[in-house]
């Protein structure tokens, strides 16, 4: 069963940046895809970037230019580092991977509170 730990969220003014992480264990993580996802109150979870094994990255229109997910696979953990945030970027955000994002296991999530 894979695991899942995210850290680093918090409360930010508008304009700020935070670095989130995501530990995992029980995968093969060097083969595996990686996402970033957040959900906002009253909304559905969406995903925001993606990172493939060999590095290349997609990122959600609305984060794109202002995040950069990255991947140590010697540490099996995945980066998110956001900058110049706004308000409508407060969400829950977790990290996942496809398959088991579809079986339905998630991590507790980490808290990130932009202020205007």
């Known amino acids: 069963q894979v695991q899942l730990v995210e850290s680093g969220g918090g409360l930010v003014q508008a304009g700020g940046s935070l670095r989130l992480s995501c530990a995992t264990s029980?995968?093969?993580?060097?083969?595996?895809?990686m996402g970033w996802y957040r959900q906002a109150p009253g909304k559905e979870r969406e995903l925001v970037a993606a990172i493939i094994p060999g590095g290349a990255t997609n990122y959600a229109d609305s984060v794109k230019g202002r995040f950069t997910i990255s991947r140590d696979n010697a540490k099996s953990t995945v980066y998110l580092q956001m900058n110049s945030l706004k308000p409508e970027d407060t969400a829950v955000y977790y990290c996942?991977?496809?398959?088991?994002?579809?079986?339905?296991?998630w991590g507790q999530g980490t808290q990130v509170t932009v202020s205007s």
């Open positions: 029980g995968s093969i993580f060097r083969f595996n895809v």
């Open positions: 996942n991977d496809p398959v088991s994002a579809r079986k339905g296991v």
